[in-house]
């Protein structure tokens, strides 16, 4: 792989744990999340 794809790999997983991270600690933010992904799932179905 090229190394330019592996730091746009590593950034999306730091995005992605951040994001985590913060919900761990925020339960409102953590709401939000869940909400958006079961309206994901809904348009799936």
């Not at 790999?9 to 953590?30: G, H, K, N, P, T």
């Amino acid at each position: 792989m090229h190394v330019d794809t592996l730091n746009k790999i590593y950034l999306a997983i730091s995005e992605i744990v951040q994001i985590i991270e913060q919900c761990r600690y925020d339960d409102e933010l953590s709401e939000g999340y869940k909400r958006e992904i079961l309206d994901q799932e809904k348009v799936y179905d």
